[in-house]
């Protein structure tokens, strides 16, 4: 088994890149774990609870800035071939253009602008700006993912959040009052300064700046998905802000606290996905539907174990990781995690309409979804406190996996992978979930019967996955064909 799974990494792309994309980012959200006991303690709870919700402004403009142009490069890398490097010239100036009305736009209505997001005129520019700048960096990144440059990329990403966290503890400490400026203005430099780095590495490959076919192809695919993508970063983020505005920024702070203990999957997600793309479009343009389905069905269970080990050790990180005043928000992470299963999921099945260019009913979807975030917290954080606003977002990601199962399944009539594939580890991570959220409910955390439940019930669970997890990838791995071919 040892020998063909080295045999299978020396072979085969897809895999070699997953492996980078999953080191990086374990070494990315490894150093994000590192720095939490750092700016836990740099930080009041109030001023980490500020941060985050500034964070969640910026990923509201890095996508406002850019309209998601960078969608189409996945699309354009076949579509243009050797025109490609235009195509990235072209739509990245188009992009300088979206920014300069946006930054003017944004003048004009600051004021009021300021008032709606709850937030300072200086932070909201600070925001609008660096969200530019992520937005060109991700145009670079994304690139490269589609380039199969996974080493660079890798490095790249790695490069600048040392550099962002360094930064942001020097400037901290040299703050006498208002400490979470140390944090913004960090981000803006490195925001700024990775962005020149991406602008010379696309223009060095080609001058065009004026390209109107690129243009309108990445328009006509990307500005589709500008609802979908804000509305993804309600359903990551509205809780955050929701919470601060009905309850206040200390239990924003706690949520956000638990947020990023239970995010532990989105490494796996983000890492994982960054080598699914690429190869499942490459399987679908070749037919190879069979390979499709049979890796999907890996893929599931490997996350569900993913989500699963979040679940047993992310309370016990939470000890390591903050002072006693960031606990109270411990047991929501069993419920973080589960939201981010069924994040998974429904990306196994938009994967096939981003293929397809079917992106306005993606949209339809995740503007769904999002309304149905915001309604439940505004309706259920009030009454329930903030820890409901887990479980509102839980229930939006469900509302999501089932919509574009019926959008990819029943509307654009694609097969690949079954419904009931995806619903049986989903409803191993359900159950699971809850029982730990009651358990902990009513039984004090960290106590010995606690413990003895907790990786009791999630160990054994992991230890069968982990071996039916082998059984299949035994099965797979008979011939490398059924996850590499074509």
Known sequence: MLKKTVSFLKKSETAKSGLWYLISNFALNGMAFITVPIFTRLLSVEDYGTVSVYMSIVAVMTIVSGLDLHIGIGRAIIDFDRDYQKYLSSVLSLSIV????GILLLFAFLERASKWFEMTPDLLLFAFVTGYGSFVFGFYQHNLIFMRKYRQKSLLDLIKAISEVALAIIMILLMVESKYYGRVYSHVVISMVFMVICFVMIFRGSKTTVCPKAWLYAIRIGIPLVPHSLS???????????IKSLVGATEAGLYSFAYNLGMIPLIFLTASSHAWAPWSYTQLSHGNYS????????????????????????????IALAPQEYL???????????GYFFQFSYTIYVNFAFYMKKTFAISIGTIMAGGINIALNLLMI???????????????????????WFN?????????????????????ASVIAFQQYITLAFLR?????????????LGLTCLVLVAYILKTARTMMTSNKDLEGG
Not at 328 to 336: A, D, E, K, Q, Y
């Open 382 to 404: 009030p009454v329930f406190g903030y820890e409901i606003a887990a479980w509102t977002t839980v229930i939006s990601y469900f509302c999501l996996f089932v919509f574009h």
């Open 408 to 428: 990819v399944s029943v509307l654009l009539k694609e097969k690949t992978v079954e419904f009931r594939a995806m619903i049986a580890p989903a409803i191993i």
């Open 445 to 457: 955390p960290f106590s010995l019967i606690e413990r003895l439940l907790r990786f009791g019930i």
């Open 328 to 338: 109270g928000g411990v047991r929501l992470i069993s419920v973080i995690a589960l």
């Open 98 to 101: 979206l920014f300069l009305v």
């Open 291 to 318: 390979r499709i389905r049979k890796a999907a069905n890996l893929y599931s269970f490997a996350f569900l174990l993913i989500v699963l080990g979040t679940m047993m050790l992310g309370p016990e990180m939470a």
């Open 232 to 242: 993804g970063i309600i359903l990551v983020q509205f809780d955050r802000v929701a």
